[in-house]
């Protein structure tokens, strides 16, 4: 199942991640990045789990570099939590999926529903 990660680049992060209205994990990742790699299908499964209440992404270091400057990303994968446009939370290294849920749920926004009418 695939899952709602959305790829950004850096002329999209100010519109998908700091004009956001609900908390935004960003993924600071590399395809060369084995720990990256363990820790995308957890992330893939979390942004379907929880859509509605945050947004997960997720940007190439390699492609993307003037954004992973900007926030001195130094080792990957490293997760930044943004809140109203403000980094809330860093987390850096792959880590088991339930450690990643206990750092990540603290910033879970209520449930957007939307009416079909």
Same mark, same amino acid.
């Given at each position: @199942?695939? #899952?709602n990660v959305i790829e950004l680049a850096d002329a999209d992060f100010r519109r998908e991640v700091l004009e956001a209205e609900e908390? *935004? *994990?960003v993924d600071f990742t590399a395809a060369w990045c084995p720990p990256c790699r363990i820790i995308a299908p957890m992330l893939d499964a979390l942004s379907t !789990?929880?859509? #509605?209440r945050m947004k997960f992404t997720k940007i190439s270091t390699d492609s993307? @570099? !003037?954004t992973a400057q900007q926030y #001195?990303?130094?080792a990957m994968p490293t997760l930044l939590v943004f809140k109203d446009g403000k980094v809330v939370k860093q987390l850096v290294g792959a880590m088991p999926r339930k450690r990643l849920e !206990?750092? =990540?749920r603290p910033? =879970? #926004?209520e449930v957007t529903l939307t009416a079909a009418f």
């Open positions: @199942m695939a #899952g908390p *935004v *994990v !789990e929880w859509r #509605g993307h @570099m !003037e #001195g990303i130094r !206990e750092e =990540l910033f =879970l #926004g």
